[in-house]
């Protein structure tokens, strides 16, 4: 399984991107996916994650209201919609899923993991 994000880039205070994450080797249709990120000198911390069916969707409390996590309808590509950005956003994005239908926000729970995309928000 590959995971492959994209969509990373510069962008001001306030601004939004849009990332992507694309799977080969798998379809998404039994995992569960999630966003990560890891930003430099700190661990990296779950941002949002949706199920299998894409039902069911988590965020973490500091993007509430600002990020959305979709599925598309053949289930092969995930976003994170991100809007507001602030410069505490500014980070390496990981795409990563797990052989297991519900979501889960901890490392851990995940098997596989995209290289990464980076998002820089400037002040």
């Known amino acids: 399984v590959q995971l492959v994000e994209s969509g990373g880039g510069l962008v001001q205070t306030g601004g939004s991107l849009r990332l992507s994450c694309t799977v080969s080797g798998r379809t998404f249709t039994s995992v569960a996916v999630g966003w990560f990120r890891q930003a430099p000198g700190k661990e990296r911390e779950f941002v949002a994650a949706?199920?299998?069916?894409?039902?069911?969707?988590l965020y973490a409390d500091f993007v509430k209201g600002r990020f959305t996590i979709s599925k598309d309808k053949a289930k092969i590509t995930l976003a994170l919609q991100m809007n507001s950005l602030k410069p505490e956003d500014t980070a390496v994005y990981y795409c990563?899923?797990?052989?297991?239908?519900?979501?889960?926000?901890?490392?851990?729970?995940?098997?596989?993991w995209g290289q990464g995309t980076q998002v820089t928000v400037s002040s």
């Open positions: 990563a899923a797990r052989d297991e239908l519900m979501a889960g926000t901890r490392p851990n729970n995940y098997d596989y």
């Open positions: 949706i199920n299998w069916s894409g039902t069911t969707t």
